[in-house]
């Protein structure tokens, strides 16, 4: 194989990420199929919160979006949440998700892509393991809070335990 064979392989290679984005695009595309309106963000930040941190007893995953889908956002979150669905992979101490919040009756679904530190993670884990509930927030940059959905098997986001 030439060099120039081998750099073009090489940049055609799709990381975690972008198979994460690729596989919420794929998901949207089938929602969009059956008739569904469809907002598909990818996460500027996502971060896990344990309840020990700040003031509140808020705990879960805190996804950061931008301004620019505000409004969607909180038209699905806003309506009758009914259903949620995690796609996860990880690589290293990576955890790479796909959260699908749907709305069956307006037949409108949210789908979030993220990534977080799963080490960073663990304190979030051990409570949600515990309380038997995890939760999605979804906020923008300046902190303005669009919604807030609780997942009833918080396993579904994290590994198998040992």
């Not at 975690?16 to 919420?24: F, I, L, Q, S, Y």
């Not at 290293?92 to 993670?121: C, H, K, N, Q």
């Not at 995890?134 to 994290?158: C, E, I, K, M, N």
Request: glycine fraction near 8%; avoid cysteine.
């Amino acid at each position: 194989m030439s060099d120039s064979e081998r750099n073009s392989e090489e940049r055609t290679e799709i990381g975690p990420w972008e198979r994460t984005v690729g596989e919420m695009r794929e998901i949207a595309r089938q929602y969009r199929e059956d008739g569904w309106e469809v907002v598909a963000v990818r996460a500027g930040d996502t971060a896990p919160e344990s309840p020990e941190v700040g003031e509140s007893d808020r705990f879960g995953f805190v996804h950061t979006v931008p301004n620019a889908v505000a409004s969607d956002v909180r038209s699905v979150l806003d309506g009758d949440v009914d259903g949620s669905t995690v796609h996860r992979r990880s690589l290293g101490s990576t955890l790479f998700f796909v959260t699908e919040i749907t709305d069956a009756t307006t037949r409108r679904a949210l789908l979030l892509a993220g990534a977080v530190d799963t080490g960073v993670a663990e304190e979030l884990e051990m409570a949600a393991r515990e309380r038997g509930e995890l939760y999605t927030h979804v906020q923008l940059l300046d902190w303005t809070h669009l919604g807030t959905v609780r997942h009833d098997d918080p396993s579904a986001f994290f590994r198998e335990s040992s």
